[in-house]
């Protein structure tokens, strides 16, 4: 029997109807950006495993990095012990991160991530006194599916059963050139009822609103109306942290820092589940006292998992480099130039680009293909491309080691998709 066969008896898989996508295809190994499948075809991972892989799998390096720190030390309670790949890379990480970052919390995915954040801004006023139950979030916003990260996203279709269980958001629009005295307005409004504790987002690129991008001078205009009046600003980066922007992280594009940063997916370079919670000196402080009670009592049993903190190191080490930058700046241009190429399209409504992320909205009725999604996913799939299309738009986030072949194959495909739909 196939793995393909031998899975479906036991695993279910994430954000599966079952019934209707029974099948899924074993990968059994991958190595830069290529994957291999049990049937020996090839595929290049035009989103790097959702953003993870950043590095290339199985990368080198991080191999050598990882393997030398598991016959080290595997694992260890990080309540009152601590360890040398956690201390090396919270120095590491503090390098790059925005300057007024000063200390990180541990724990396991992105969604743990905000909901740690969440917790963390609606303390910090506690710890103070203050009682403040309102947070704002951003229309279409996505921040993971833990009951607090499921709060603070916006896109609520698969949210139907556990509405009446979450925590009550203040939403306001994405800002844009066109809407963004109203947007400012009513943002006013909310941070003038004086009970908001924090304000979250996923800065300049919403992944899962299919890479909907906005401009950082609106975002900044927004934070500082935030921090003017002591509302804590949460930038959720798991997606667009470490350098998928054209930045080190989204942030840096920002005057005003966010208090609270949210990091995973390509954080261990895809080889360890991991996330960071990082924050300002101000925000610690205010759990810093005498009284146990205002301690942050939130743990997670891997928090720094030494392997974890060995790949996150390893993957600094590559993002910094002058080999992955030069990468990075190789794909923006040949995006631009395939940009250049379609975006006057006639099956091409739209285009954006931001950093290695570019997207194009397809002009196609999606009524008159049934699943439009489904048949262009088939489609790349049966030419040895993963893209995972979301509705109508196909976006390519590679990882920076994609090679210039492997890059026209994808543009050459999306173009041929756009002949045959
Ligand atoms: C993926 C994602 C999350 C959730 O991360 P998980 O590791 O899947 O829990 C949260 N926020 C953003 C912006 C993401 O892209």
Request: aromatic share 10%; hydrophobic share 40%; net charge negative.
């Amino acid at each position: 029997m196939s793995l393909q066969e031998r899975d479906q008896k036991h695993l279910w898989h994430p954000l599966t109807q079952h019934k209707l996508h029974p099948d899924h295809l074993a990968i059994t190994h991958a190595k830069g950006a290529l994957l291999f499948d049990e049937n020996g075809n090839t595929y290049i991972d035009g989103i790097a495993s959702w953003y993870t892989c950043m590095y290339g799998h199985c990368n080198d390096y991080i191999i050598k990095k990882t393997t030398e720190q598991l016959s080290k030390l595997d694992q260890v309670v990080f309540s009152g012990f601590t360890h040398k790949p956690a201390v090396e890379m919270s120095e590491k990480l503090m390098e790059i991160l925005p300057k007024n970052q000063q200390k990180i919390f541990f724990s396991d995915n992105g969604s743990t991530t905000v909901d740690v954040a969440v917790k963390m801004a609606l303390q910090f006023h506690f710890n103070q006194g203050k009682k403040m139950n309102r947070i704002i979030a951003l229309e279409d916003a996505f921040h993971g599916d833990t009951f607090g990260a499921m709060s603070v996203s916006g896109l609520s279709v698969y949210n139907g059963p556990f509405e009446d269980f979450l925590l009550t958001i203040d939403r306001v629009d994405v800002p844009t050139h066109d809407n963004f005295e109203k947007v400012k307005e009513h943002f006013s409004q909310i941070i003038a009822t004086g009970e908001v504790a924090a304000f979250i987002f996923e800065p300049l690129v919403q992944g899962a609103a299919a890479m909907k991008m906005y401009p950082a001078e609106l975002l900044n205009a927004l934070i500082q109306i935030a921090q003017q009046n002591n509302v804590l600003c949460i930038a959720d980066e798991v997606m667009t942290g470490f350098g998928k922007t054209g930045k080190y992280f989204a942030s840096d594009y920002l005057q005003n820092k966010p208090d609270i940063l949210c990091l995973s997916k390509s954080l261990t370079g895809g080889v360890v589940p991991m996330g960071l919670t990082t924050c300002t000196q101000q925000v610690y402080d205010a759990f810093y006292d005498t009284e146990i009670s205002k301690g942050f009592f939130h743990g997670h049993t891997y928090s720094a998992n030494p392997l974890g903190c060995a790949a996150i190191s390893a993957g600094i080490d590559l993002l910094t480099s002058d080999e992955m930058q030069q990468n990075s700046i190789r794909i923006q241009q040949r995006h631009n130039d395939f940009n250049k190429k379609i975006q006057t399209h006639p099956k091409v409504k739209s285009t954006r680009q931001t950093g290695v992320i570019f997207a194009l909205d397809l002009n196609i009725e999606m009524d008159r293909y049934g699943n439009l999604r489904d048949q262009l996913f088939e489609f790349f799939m049966n030419r040895g491309v993963c893209l995972r299309p979301l509705g109508n738009t196909v976006y390519i986030l590679p990882p920076f080691v994609i090679t210039n072949d492997e890059l026209d194959k994808i543009y050459e495909t999306i173009e041929l998709a756009l002949e045959n739909f």
